[in-house]
C-alpha cells in the first residue's frame, strides 16, 4: 500500500521568494506522482504529474517537481511565488495498478507581500 | 465542459440522519470517485464505480454506499451520520484507463453534522 508524507504542514514564504514544497512516498511498486492545489473553499486543481520519462516535471502556473526514485521523493519548486500562490498543496500517488489516489496531509503555502 | 458538478454545495445534517450527495462527472468521462476530506486533511478514498458497479473502495464503514447511474452520474449515500463525518465530499471523474492519471475533481460538497 501506499503512503505519502508531506515533510511541512506549513510554509510562509515572501512574495517573489522561491518555494519548496517536500513530498515523500512509499511504495513496493512503480507509481505515478501529482501535485494538487486546493484554494480556499474549493477542489482540487492539478498542478503537474509525472507518469514516466524525464524525471523533471513541468507544471501550470510555473510549478515543476522532480522525482527521485532512489530517495522516494517528489519535491515540487516555484522559483518566484506570488500572492496568489496562497493554497493548500497536496501531493498524491498511485500504483501503476491502482484506480485511486493516496494523498499526503498537505501543505499550506502562506506568500505574504 | 461543465466540468465536474457537485450538489449540494454545502449542507448540514444532525447525528443519526441520513444523507445522499450528488456529482455528474465530465462529460465523456465514464467513471466516478469519491473522497472524503476532513478538516486539516488530505482527502481519502472512498470507493469507485465503474459501470454502475462498485469497483474498488476504500477503509470506510458499510454506511458509506454508492450508486452509479446509466448517465454516469453518481450518488454517495452516508447512513447514521456521525460527528465525525463532518468534511468536505470531492467527486473525482475520469475515463475508464485512465482513472488514476486524469482524475478532475469538483468543487466538493461541504457536509457538517451537528
Known amino acids: 500500500a501506499q503512503s505519502v508524507t508531506q515533510l511541512d504542514s506549513q510554509v510562509p514564504v515572501f512574495e517573489e521568494a522561491p518555494v519548496e514544497l517536500r513530498c515523500n512516498y512509499s511504495?513496493?511498486?512503480?507509481?505515478?506522482l501529482f501535485w494538487y492545489v486546493q484554494y480556499p473553499n474549493q477542489g482540487l486543481q492539478l498542478l503537474l504529474k509525472y507518469l514516466s520519462g524525464s524525471t523533471l516535471v513541468k507544471g501550470i502556473n510555473g510549478f515543476e517537481a522532480e522525482f527521485n526514485k532512489s530517495q522516494t521523493s517528489f519535491h515540487l519548486r516555484k522559483p518566484s511565488v506570488h500572492i496568489s500562490d496562497t493554497a493548500e498543496y497536496f501531493c498524491?500517488?498511485?500504483?501503476?495498478?491502482?484506480?485511486?489516489?493516496?494523498f499526503g496531509a498537505g501543505t499550506t503555502v502562506t506568500v505574504r507581500a | 465542459d461543465a466540468g465536474v458538478t457537485q450538489s449540494p454545495t454545502h449542507l448540514i445534517k444532525t447525528r443519526g440522519q441520513q444523507v445522499t450527495l450528488r456529482c455528474s462527472p465530465k462529460s465523456g468521462h465514464d467513471t466516478v470517485s469519491w473522497y472524503q476530506q476532513a478538516l486539516g486533511q488530505g482527502p481519502q478514498f472512498i470507493f469507485q464505480?465503474?459501470?454502475?458497479?462498485?469497483?474498488q473502495r476504500g477503509n470506510f464503514p458499510d454506511r458509506f454506499s454508492g450508486h452509479q447511474f446509466p448517465n454516469y452520474s453518481s450518488e454517495l449515500n452516508v447512513n447514521a451520520l456521525l460527528l465525525g463525518d463532518s468534511a468536505l465530499y470531492l467527486c473525482a471523474s475520469s475515463l475508464a484507463g485512465a482513472e488514476n492519471t486524469e482524475a478532475f475533481f469538483g468543487q466538493g460538497t461541504r457536509l457538517t453534522v451537528v
Open positions: 498524491a500517488v498511485s500504483d501503476y495498478d491502482d484506480y485511486k489516489l493516496s
Open positions: 511504495s513496493s511498486v512503480s507509481v505515478y
Open positions: 464505480y465503474y459501470e454502475e458497479e462498485e469497483r
